[in-house]
């Protein structure tokens, strides 16, 4: 079955702090993996996408890995915000087209 | 910079009424995507289309639901008869021809169904 596991599901730091999101799938034939933040209420932005063949990927603050053997993503965030408080989705795309996404993380960023 | 664009913001009916959920899709996509969002839990697929049908559904999207693209701009969300449990968030999303290229969401629409 294709699944999209996140953990944690909720995580408090202090601003400046550096933290690190985890991803694990099951998504079967795999074509890319997305990290998504989402803010209350609103869509989700994208941050990165990945595919097989790239191991890193960096979006200024926002650092991606995939380890595509053992099926795992992770999104570090260096020197945190107020801001970067939100949900933070991964989501795995497969057959081309179709995308599942993970249940998030919920990250807090206190002063 | 291009987005995709939903109206409205949010909606309100009464249980068993008919809704039309709307997006504009970013105009040189061809790939959409409806999900929905029930408050604190995770985006749900519903369903993806691509010329002019439906590619995939999930077994959320059964007969109650339906899309349709009247105009080859917008890209509506039919819900019938409306039940309490519709009551979410729903996303449009809309990506170019490519499985590697960047799918964008809308900003939603909060559907509460009283």
């Known amino acids: 079955k294709n699944q999209v596991e996140q953990s944690p599901q909720s995580l408090i730091i202090l601003e400046g702090k550096n933290c690190t999101l985890q991803?694990?799938?099951?998504?079967?034939?795999?074509?890319?993996l997305r990290w998504y933040k989402q803010d209350t209420g609103r869509g989700p932005v994208s941050l990165t996408i990945m595919t097989f063949s790239e191991n890193t990927k960096s979006n200024g603050r926002y650092t991606a890995t995939l380890d595509a053997d053992t099926k795992q993503s992770s999104l570090h965030i260096t020197a945190s915000q107020l801001s970067d408080s939100a949900s933070y989705i991964c989501?795995?795309?497969?057959?081309?087209?179709?995308?599942?996404f993970g249940a998030g993380t919920r990250l807090t960023v206190k002063p | 910079e291009p987005e995709v664009t939903q109206t409205p913001s949010h909606q309100v009916t009464q249980m068993g009424q008919e809704v039309i959920l709307r997006c504009v899709p970013i105009s040189n996509h061809l790939y959409f995507y409806w999900y929905r969002q029930i408050l604190g839990q995770k985006v749900e697929f519903l369903v993806s289309f691509y010329n002019n049908e439906i590619s995939e559904k999930s077994e959320i999207f059964d007969d109650q639901f339906s899309v349709e693209r009247p105009d080859g701009s917008n890209f509506t969300l039919k819900i019938r008869s409306t039940k309490l449990e519709d009551s979410a968030m729903y996303f449009c999303?809309?990506?170019?021809?490519?499985?590697?290229?960047?799918?964008?969401f809308g900003q939603g629409t909060r559907l509460t169904v009283v």
């Open positions: 989501v795995v795309s497969y057959n081309n087209n179709d995308m599942r």
């Open positions: 991803c694990n799938y099951t998504v079967s034939p795999f074509s890319n």
């Open positions: 999303a809309s990506y170019p021809q490519g499985s590697d290229t960047e799918a964008f």
